[in-house]
């Protein structure tokens, strides 16, 4: 049974950083993508970042590039998400995820079969 778990969320100051990982189980991590997305109140889940099974290839949705950045440890079964310069509009819970069959990146979320439970990132302005 796959597993993933987030950590890390909390409440910061905007222009502050948090760091989010998420721990997997339950099958070879390192074989499948790993994503973030992120669901704001009254807001539809959206993509934030995506890591290829190697780590070599990676994706960020606009609004985070260059203040994000995601990583993996395969050694280690987690995947991180750096954040940096937060704002008010980053405020969502977000997720991990991983994919069904998929080693590449991609911000498609039906291309994911395994969601953790979310951690809570709220940025006061």
């Known amino acids: 049974q796959v597993q993933l778990a987030e950590s890390g969320g909390g409440l910061v100051q905007a222009g502050g950083s948090l760091r989010l990982s998420c721990a997997a189980s339950?099958?070879?991590?390192?074989?499948?993508?790993m994503g973030w997305f992120r669901q704001a109140p009254g807001k539809e889940r959206e993509f934030v970042a995506a890591?290829?099974?190697?780590?070599?290839?990676?994706y960020y949705t606009d609004s985070v590039k260059g203040r994000f950045t995601i990583s993996r440890d395969n050694a280690k079964n987690t995947v991180y998400l750096e954040m940096n310069r937060l704002k008010p509009e980053d405020t969502a819970v977000y997720y991990c995820?991983?994919?069904?069959?998929?080693?590449?990146?991609?911000?498609?979320?039906?291309?994911?079969?395994?969601w953790g439970q979310g951690t809570q990132v709220t940025v006061s302005s």
């Open positions: 995820a991983t994919t069904r069959y998929s080693r590449s990146r991609s911000d498609d979320a039906r291309e994911y079969a395994y």
């Open positions: 339950g099958r070879t991590f390192s074989t499948y993508a």
């Open positions: 890591i290829s099974w190697s780590g070599e290839g990676i």
